[in-house]
């Protein structure tokens, strides 16, 4: 399971930043790309295990879709691509040709994984709940 591994290093890479805000973390919005195949649940599961004794304990991973975007160099497409639904693949599986010509294209979103932001609860807001 490799969303251990990455829960493991997005963890390392924010705790340093985390460990100085002024509030407690409640939300990590993670924005994953479409063809990042990762379970949103397995790497929930990981993050909150890890996070246990640091200043992440208790935050929620929030993962966002990024939606496969290209362009075509051939007939000029941007936009987003079909899929194609196979039970087999338990998901629909971006089909990377140019949903106009069936060119070759150039990706342009899709690949992403990266924290983008964090929820904060300030000590003010703490106070009122």
């Known amino acids: ?19 100085t805000i002024d509030g ?24 909150e295990l890890l996070a246990q004794g ?19 160099p051939a007939c000029g497409y941007e936009g987003a691509v079909d899929h194609v639904s196979d039970d087999a693949f338990h998901f629909a599986v ?11 294209v150039d990706m342009k979103a899709g690949r992403e994984l990266y924290v983008d932001s964090l929820t904060v609860q300030t000590p003010s807001e703490a106070e009122q709940a």
């Not at 304990?57 to 075509?72: F, G, I, K, T």
């Open 24 to 47: 407690r973390i409640v939300a990590v919005i993670l924005k994953k790309g479409e063809m990042r195949i990762l379970s949103d649940q397995a790497l929930a599961n990981a993050f």
């Open 54 to 72: 640091t200043v992440l304990e208790n935050a929620r991973l929030v993962v966002e879709l990024v939606s496969v975007r290209v362009s075509c």
């Open 1 to 19: 399971m490799h969303e251990y591994s990455v829960a493991s290093e997005m963890i390392h890479a924010l705790l340093p930043k985390a460990e």
């Open 94 to 104: 971006p089909i990377l040709s140019c949903p106009t010509c069936q060119s070759e």
